[in-house]
């Protein structure tokens, strides 16, 4: 039924859902969680507690523009660029579609549990949790914004493990709601620095969905940190990856009205 | 004068599509030129100089950081080791400016190209014809003084056939398009502006957004005809009127002047006794967006509404009630909609959807056409339902399907539709629907065509 919107959708799905994958994440074989320890499960929490307190901006807006590159076998690249402004402290975030031209205007306004969608095509804003699939495009939303994962999910370590050549900790999240991005995630920390450098999405049987990996890191205040390249790799379509650069940061002041249905409409085709 | 205002308008659209896709293919150049520095590999990071192509998942998995072993002493101090710091030279971290304000110019639109053909259960007669239809669009948005936005709907008929003796009603309802022309007509034209962006005006002929429900919408008593749920394409008419709009963190109010009374042919009304108004305010809490909306004025029948939608364990409903009481020749009503959607699965790629719609003034319009040619199409029962399940990769990846059924339950007729999307590589998208009606002949979804009728219809878009 929606013809028109498919194929940039499904790029926007495919984009988004690498961006997503830094945020959301993991868990290598549906493991069960480690008999044993308060002490590990609050061992767990702290090492997402301290990548969170560096990717999270607390003081001060963001905004920045990622550029997604679709690759499918058999297909043509496609590409896809967002413009994300983010407010941290008030846990809002906007986000607008500029590229390709059939997208441009689309766009997305979270503001705590709230999410907003915006369909420039009927005027419409259709609202969401934040944690629901945006639209039809099996993208999760929550990457973009504030990361708040130990509120939706329960931690405990699941061993270690070697990304490469790095040494990290393996943080398994179950989910404590319905409404959650991906039911179980396993996130590969880097022991040294604190930052995920892998993270793997999984459905609620276990079934591996996507696999992300966190390939580039930039200092954007002392001690903050956000991820400028990151990949993404779909486990159920096969030889689809999506690579995802970051750039235009910016630090400075993002106008109120920004994250506003108004400014979303602003925006539209 | 008239024609030579669309002809300047129509060179007006085509310079600043000329415009567009000069910026469109810098645009594509940019992202281009982006793709190639991430696929040549910048190699500021382990990950990037390890794997040449930062597709190569395995590569990374395999040799990240192979070559520059486990974060330093330092590195660890200093924050990530992602070996990025000379990539960080050229960035705007912390720069003054986002972005630069300019005039900005947009051009698209969406077009659909379409076949559809009908037979009657007895295969006596048939249907076919073929169309363009869509929307064609331009904007400008200048700084400090707003945008101008302009659409028009365009139709062409590609083709059309016809064997046997069709109802006279059937060729009545649905005439063919002309092959001879286009047809063009204005959608919207509106001027949008601000108040230091607290305050948001457009001021013009333009749609409404009113109401969060899909299939029905009873509150969406502002817009001149109600949204159609089932055509991928909106092509509507605006209305003319003022809309204010003023965001207020989670509350937002919206106040519409429906100035679509002040004429009439060659008449002009007093604005004081013929312009109408509508508000809405809508606002977050409890996990849901929650609506009122009012509509009236002189000599129009007075309306209300309330609108909801959100989650709830995992599932999105929404709904609608409207109610007006009786006046300015019209009855009262109260008409009210729910839905529900809800993704399945391990994988979630099968979903579940239904809305069902209450109509106090409908009624059962069976064996009486003329009330069937003049109602509005899924409002003139007194209940509907739909009902649709659809499931991706199915059967493989490249293929979504979806059967889903709607019924007009005080008449008892329904129309069973299989549709499918196909997206196969180097390939247009197609969107396939094979429909039936039943349920009795002269109801409101058979009396077009009888009772046992078969629609197919085979559709593509495009949107630039």
Redesign the interface.
């Known amino acids: 039924?929606?013809?028109?919107?498919?194929?940039?959708a499904?790029l926007s799905a495919i984009v988004l859902s690498l961006a997503v994958h830094s945020l959301a994440a993991q868990t290598s074989a549906a493991s069960a969680p480690q008999p044993g320890a308060a002490a590990t499960a609050q061992q767990a929490a702290a090492l997402v507690t301290a990548f969170q307190d560096?990717l999270n901006l607390d003081n001060g807006d963001l905004?920045d523009t990622f550029?997604l590159?679709q690759?499918?076998d058999?297909?043509p690249?496609r590409?896809l660029?967002v413009r994300i402004?983010r407010r941290d402290a008030k846990d809002t975030f906007t986000l607008i579609f500029?590229?390709?031209?059939?997208e441009?205007?689309k766009g997305y306004w979270r503001?705590k549990?709230?999410l907003y969608l915006y369909l420039p095509?009927?005027?419409?804003?259709?609202?969401?949790?934040r944690k629901?699939?945006v639209g039809s495009t099996?993208v999760r939303t929550d990457l973009f914004g504030k990361t708040d994962l130990l509120s939706q999910y329960d931690a405990t370590l699941d061993g270690v493990a070697k990304?490469?050549?790095?040494?990290t900790d393996v943080v398994r999240l179950d989910a404590k709601k319905?409404?959650v991005s991906y039911p179980i995630q396993k996130w590969y920390i880097?022991?040294?620095?604190g930052?995920p450098?892998?993270v793997e999405n999984f459905?609620?049987?276990g079934?591996l969905?996507r696999?992300s990996?966190y390939?580039?890191?930039?200092?954007?205040a002392k001690?903050r940190?956000i991820f400028?390249?990151l990949?993404a790799?779909d486990a159920?379509?096969k030889g689809q990856?999506t690579?995802l650069?970051n750039?235009?940061?910016?630090?400075?002041k993002?106008?109120?009205?920004t994250f506003?249905?108004?400014f979303l409409?602003?925006q539209s085709? | 004068m008239a024609n030579r205002t669309i002809v300047r308008a129509a060179l007006a659209v085509v310079q600043a599509a000329l415009f567009?896709v000069a910026i469109?293919g810098q645009?594509?150049a940019a992202?281009?030129a982006?793709?190639s520095i991430?696929a040549g590999g910048q190699a500021?990071?382990?990950?990037?100089s390890?794997a040449d192509n930062?597709?190569d998942?395995s590569a990374?998995?395999?040799?990240?950081?192979?070559s520059?072993?486990?974060?330093s002493a330092a590195?660890?101090a200093a924050?990530?080791?992602?070996?990025?710091a000379a990539?960080?030279d050229g960035?705007?971290?912390?720069?003054?400016?986002?972005s630069t304000v300019r005039t900005e110019y947009?051009v698209?639109g969406?077009i659909?190209v379409s076949s559809y053909s009908v037979l009657p259960a007895g295969l006596s007669w048939y249907q076919s014809s073929a169309a363009a239809t869509g929307r064609i669009?331009g904007?400008v948005s200048v700084p400090d003084y707003g945008?101008l936005y302009m659409s028009y709907n365009l139709s062409q008929g590609l083709f059309a056939a016809q064997g046997g003796t069709p109802p006279q009603a059937a060729l009545l309802a649905n005439p063919p398009l002309g092959l001879a022309a286009p047809t063009w007509a204005p959608a919207e034209l509106h001027y949008?502006f601000?108040f230091g962006?607290?305050v948001?005006v457009r001021f013009g002929k333009q749609?409404?957004?009113w109401g969060?429900s899909r299939v029905w919408s009873p509150i969406d008593f502002v817009n001149q005809t109600k949204?159609d749920y089932?055509s991928?394409?909106?092509l509507r008419q605006g209305k003319p009127g003022l809309r204010v709009?003023l965001?207020l963190?989670?509350l937002?109010a919206t106040a519409f002047a429906d100035f679509s009374g002040l004429t009439a042919g060659s008449l002009v009304f007093d604005p004081a006794t013929a312009t109408r108004f509508a508000g809405r305010l809508d606002a977050?809490f409890g996990?849901?967006?929650w609506g009122v909306s009012a509509y009236g004025g002189h000599g129009a029948q007075a309306k209300g509404g309330i609108d909801f939608?959100?989650?709830f364990?995992?599932s999105?409903i929404y709904g609608e009630t409207a109610f007006a009481p009786e006046g300015a020749g019209s009855s009262a009503f109260i008409q009210s909609s729910l839905g529900l959607s809800r993704?399945l699965g391990?994988?979630?790629d099968w979903s579940l959807s239904f809305e069902g719609f209450y109509n106090s003034a409908g009624a059962d319009h069976a064996g009486d056409p003329p009330a069937l040619a003049t109602a509005t199409p899924l409002y003139s029962g007194m209940w509907y339902l739909y009902a649709a399940l659809a499931a991706t990769?199915l059967p493989s990846?490249d293929f979504q399907t979806?059967v889903s059924a709607l019924s007009n339950l005080s008449d008892k007729s329904l129309s069973l539709s299989l549709?499918e999307?196909l997206?196969p590589?180097?390939m247009p998208?197609?969107?396939l629907i094979a429909s039936l009606s039943g349920g009795g002949a002269g109801k409101e979804f058979t009396w077009l065509y009888g009772d046992g009728a078969v629609s197919i219809t085979v559709?593509?878009?495009?949107?630039?």
């Open positions: 039924m929606n013809l028109a919107r498919r194929a940039p499904a560096k905004s550029t590159v690759k499918k058999g297909e690249d590409v660029r402004y500029q590229y390709p031209a059939s441009k205007g503001s549990d709230d095509t009927t005027r419409e804003f259709v609202y969401r949790n629901d699939d099996d990304v490469a050549t790095w040494e319905l409404d880097r022991r040294g620095d930052l450098v892998k459905s609620a049987g079934v969905l696999t990996y390939i580039e890191y930039k200092e954007i001690g940190y400028t390249k990949l790799v159920l379509e990856k690579f650069t750039d235009e940061i910016s630090t400075a993002i106008p109120d009205y506003s249905k108004a409409e602003e085709r | 567009a469109g645009a594509a992202a281009g982006q793709a991430v500021a990071t382990p990950a990037a390890a930062p597709f998942a990374f998995d395999a040799a990240v950081g192979a520059a072993g486990p974060p590195q660890s924050g990530p080791a992602s070996g990025g990539a960080l960035a705007a971290i912390g720069s003054s400016s986002a947009l698209g969406s659909l669009f904007k945008s949008s601000d962006k607290r948001f749609l409404l957004a969060p949204a089932f991928p394409i909106d709009f965001p963190g989670p937002n977050t996990g849901f967006e939608s959100g989650d364990f995992g999105a993704s391990d994988l979630k990769r990846s979806r549709e999307d997206s590589p180097g998208p197609l969107n559709r593509t878009s495009i949107e630039f």
